[in-house]
């Protein structure tokens, strides 16, 4: 039984929400980043960008108080507002592909993650939900909502496109030229109604979003154990999510680059993979394969195929029948010698429906010498590993849709 509720969002004006809004800044190049805060004084940037103002890098405990002390400042001069009462968040985004996505903004509960109501398929880092843990309570907000995927429900869908049929309170295209809506849904009905779906849920998965998740459950137990009146009710004991079903899910490959053969002639290496795989060489042809277990190649200027040879491999778990493990326990580690894939400087990660042009350009410059394509990771295997408490490699899935940050904003 998932526990989703309404909550009070301080969020953006509606004249001001398209400068407000940001992508998360890890994303931007320095040009842009030093752009964006030169021209825009709403971005939200400024805020999780303190030390902009005063030309100097700030990390740790200072850079997490003049965070807040930003976020303050956007309260004080109007640009964020406070909704009076709970409301979920109809948040709408159709991309320049023309996908289109619909889910709702809530709270979720930090004990439905605890007791695997709320299920995860990737690891996490101990250091970096300590690190956030510390942000976030030094802050006291959240600003970027977890993305659970649920199964698809019909009441929850109608209830979403009739509120869809009124005026969006926000409406505004990004420079990627997506396009974002959000309602606000008050009606207490409605809001019964919404609740009342979720509670018949069992299980919703993570998404995207698994360190932010870990580190609000970890600061719900900090607060707790520093509250003598704690009921469980408090905010702390949730974190800002966007649900959406599961068919609205789109997950997209990431593809692998490594820099060199770890010493073997091109020879060598493909009839090391010939015991593995058929190999088909494919010339210049920009070849992307379609069916699980089937992988691309880009190797000294021509692309390959790869098909792996059953006979010779064994399924014992979800996991192993995963391509981007059957890459890694196949060739990146056996054979190129990768065995940490998440922090091994020789392995790099892309993804994109051009990716394929991306990867032939990287190894004809000579930055890496050998790149493979693979096949997008379904839902039905996401939520597979996730039920079977499996983890999938690091950099297995990109997944859509990806939020602006400051739209709606946690407080806790």
Request: charged content about 30%.
């Given at each position: ?96 592909d023309g996908n289109s996505f619909s889910g709702i903004i809530a709270a979720a509960s930090t004990e439905d993650y605890k007791n695997d ?296």
């Amino acid at each position: 039984m998932a526990k989703i509720i309404p909550f009070k969002a301080v969020r953006p004006t509606r004249d001001k929400v398209g400068l407000v809004a940001s992508r998360s800044y890890q994303s931007y190049s320095k040009a842009e980043l030093k752009a964006r805060l030169e021209y825009n004084p709403f971005s939200f940037l400024h805020i999780v960008n303190p030390g902009y103002k005063y030309d100097k890098n700030i990390h740790g405990k200072e850079r997490f108080n003049l965070v807040k002390n930003r976020y303050l400042e956007f309260k004080e001069d109007a640009i964020f507002i406070q909704d009076k009462d709970p409301c979920y968040y109809i948040y709408k985004i159709v991309n320049r592909d023309g996908n289109s996505f619909s889910g709702i903004i809530a709270a979720a509960s930090t004990e439905d993650y605890k007791n695997d109501v709320i299920k995860k398929h990737e690891d996490t880092i101990e250091y970096r939900e300590n690190i956030f843990k510390d942000y976030l309570k030094t802050v006291g907000f959240n600003a970027e909502p977890v993305l659970l995927t649920y199964p698809d429900n019909t009441t929850i869908k109608t209830v979403i496109s009739e509120v869809q049929k009124e005026r969006a309170e926000y409406e505004f295209t990004t420079h990627f030229r997506d396009t974002h809506y959000l309602w606000l849904l008050k009606d207490a009905k409605l809001i019964d109604k919404i609740r009342h779906e979720f509670e018949k849920i069992s299980t919703i998965y993570i998404a995207d979003g698994h360190h932010r998740s870990a580190s609000s459950c970890l600061l719900s137990e900090d607060l707790k154990s520093e509250n003598d009146q704690h009921t469980g009710t408090e905010a702390y004991n949730y974190f800002m999510s966007y649900l959406i079903p599961e068919s609205e899910l789109k997950i997209h490959e990431f593809n692998r680059l490594v820099k060199d053969l770890n010493g073997l002639t091109k020879e060598a290496f493909l009839i090391q993979l010939d015991a593995i795989f058929r190999i088909e060489k494919r010339g210049e042809e920009l070849y992307k394969p379609t069916h699980k277990h089937h992988f691309s190649m880009y190797l000294d200027g021509d692309f390959y195929s790869l098909f792996l040879r059953k006979t010779n491999h064994q399924f014992n778990t979800v996991l192993d029948a995963l391509d981007t493990q059957i890459l890694h326990k196949t060739v990146l580690e056996p054979i190129l010698g990768i065995t940490d894939v998440r922090n091994n400087t020789r392995i790099s990660y892309s993804y994109g429906k051009n990716d394929l042009v991306t990867i032939k350009s990287k190894v004809d410059s000579g930055e890496f010498a050998v790149g493979f394509g693979l096949v997008p990771i379904t839902v039905d295997e996401l939520k597979a590993i996730a039920n079977n408490h499996l983890t999938m490699p690091p950099k297995s899935t990109f997944i859509e849709p990806k939020l602006r940050s400051g739209v709606t904003i946690y407080e806790f």
